[in-house]
């Protein structure tokens, strides 16, 4: 089976992607996640700019018409761009372009090394065919 | 329950063949969706919808007796009822609080049909058996019995293209019932369903589901039929206010706080409940189920609390869930008397977060004349 994952990232078992960008590191979640949730509702995120935030931590949530799943930073750092207004705005943006668009936060990390530990794209595809 | 114990529907392979979304619901593996709840519930809203509800329970009660002993335990009349129509009804324990809501149809004097929650058959079978013991003939239906409702504004142009008897049923009142050949197959249909649309809901033997289901999907094909499962199933009767047994109502709450006093006729003879639900009209409940929409931004969930303006608790949110027809998000819930009039702010806990509702008049959803 094929999935939809793109080679320029990492993953998480949470079904998010987190992808360099300059300083900052940026997390959304994948096609896969998208898939499950069906049409996207509503999208909070609960930080701003400035936070600190932990791994494993939740940073917001996404919902569905039936679902509700929450959003985990896959790695520590601190704030520094949030997509809220145009997800809050426009949460059906997750649905259209979920590695694009509709990234959730960028984080500068902790640690630089902090995407050692996540999936690279080929074992984030096996966790995948896994889930069949 | 684990999967391998998992009921199926004689509608299984088609829905798989489909890559309908396969879930576990009461006892049974059932489509949750086929291309997205909201294009399903669309379809049923603007066209019309196919549903494989064959999980759901049948009692089938023949003899003389067999309409007194039905009418002993519900809480509707089944006296108002002539051959071939239809009550919603509830069934109360001797509390007063529901076991179940049913849909009873009268066939004949003496043939009746009791339809149930999937979730309950079990409870109600043997409650059913045990009244007409020495009464009556009863029999649990619901594995030979197939049931398909075909539901939304062209639901009956549909009907009529699938067999010529299909072409009558408008004639056909609401809640009334009779047997008809679609698709080639021997059915008997109501006019009824759990969508706030028009439409029908369709009982035949489960040897003939398949011919059915492909039948009316092929008549309604240029109509834009799609099948629906029961997420849109669930937002559709949600919009409508119809009550879901285990997350509106249950056998905690009464019929009378539930909003369903219309389906409880004291004045018949004596029925299971009917002391309780007496003593409790007299003394009057303290808590209501309204329904509810949201004005901050958040969706209300089944077994969220509902504060008041203040942050007080007076409830809970029975069920909750964005209006795919209404572009906006609504709910039911258990309120204290007092909170319950149309148009009082309320708050509802969405996991920590308050955020701002109002109760409104239901149906949330009417369907346009």
Known sequence: MSHDIKSDRVYTSDHEWAKTEGDAIVIGITAYAVQQLGDITLVNLDVAEGDTIEAGKPFGTVESVKTLADLFAPIAGTVVRVNKANLEERPELVNDDCYGAAWMVAIAPTDPACLEGLLDPEAYAVLLDGAH | ?369
Not at chain 2, 39 to 44: G, I, W
Not at chain 2, 69 to 97: F, M, P, Q
Not at chain 2, 127 to 152: K, N, V
Not at chain 2, 339 to 358: F, S
């Open chain 2, 1 to 369: 329950m684990s999967q391998n114990t998992l009921k199926r529907t004689p509608l299984y392979e088609e829905h798989v063949a489909r890559k309908a979304r396969m879930v576990p619901f009461a006892g049974y593996e059932m489509p949750v969706q086929y291309e997205g709840v909201k294009q399903e519930h669309l379809a049923v809203r603007n066209a019309a919808g196919l549903f494989d509800v064959s999980h759901m329970g049948e009692l089938e009660l023949e003899g003389d007796e067999a309409g007194a002993v039905i009418d002993s335990l519900i809480t509707n009349d089944v006296s108002k009822l002539t051959d071939g129509r239809a009550l919603y009804t509830c069934a109360c324990n001797e509390r007063g609080t529901i076991i179940d809501d049913l849909i009873v149809y009268r066939l004949r004097a003496d043939k009746w049909l009791v339809v149930c929650n999937a979730s309950n058959r079990e409870t109600i079978v043997p409650h059913f058996m045990a009244a007409a013991q020495g009464r009556c003939s009863l029999e649990d239906a619901s594995d030979r019995t197939a049931l398909i409702a075909l539901q939304g504004p062209k639901a009956l142009a549909v009907a009529a293209l699938a067999g010529a008897d299909g072409g009558s049923l408008h004639e056909l009142p609401s809640f009334a019932l009779r047997d008809a050949e679609l698709a080639g197959v021997e059915c008997l249909v109501a006019r009824t369903g759990y969508t706030g649309e028009d439409g029908v809901e369709i009982f035949c033997d489960a040897a003939d589901a398949v011919a059915l289901w492909r039948g009316l999907l092929e008549a309604g094909r240029e109509l834009g039929i799609a099948p629906a499962g029961l997420a849109a199933r669930d937002t559709l009767r949600l919009e409508a206010r119809l009550s879901l047994y285990g997350n509106d109502i249950d056998d905690t709450t009464n019929p009378l706080e539930a909003g369903l006093a219309w389906t409880v006729k004291l004045g018949k003879a004596a029925f299971l409940g009917k002391d309780a639900l007496l003593a409790i009209k007299a003394a009057g409940f303290n808590r209501k189920l309204v329904g509810f929409e949201m004005v901050g931004r958040g969706i209300a969930r089944h077994g969220y609390p509902l504060l008041d303006a203040s942050g007080t608790p007076i409830g809970v949110c029975t069920s909750g869930s964005p209006a795919p027809s209404l572009d906006k998000s609504i709910g039911l819930g258990y309120v204290t008397v007092g909170h319950d009039a149309i148009g009082t702010t309320i708050q509802v806990d969405c996991r920590g977060k308050a955020i701002e509702a109002v109760v409104v008049a239901t149906p949330f959803y009417k369907r346009p004349i």
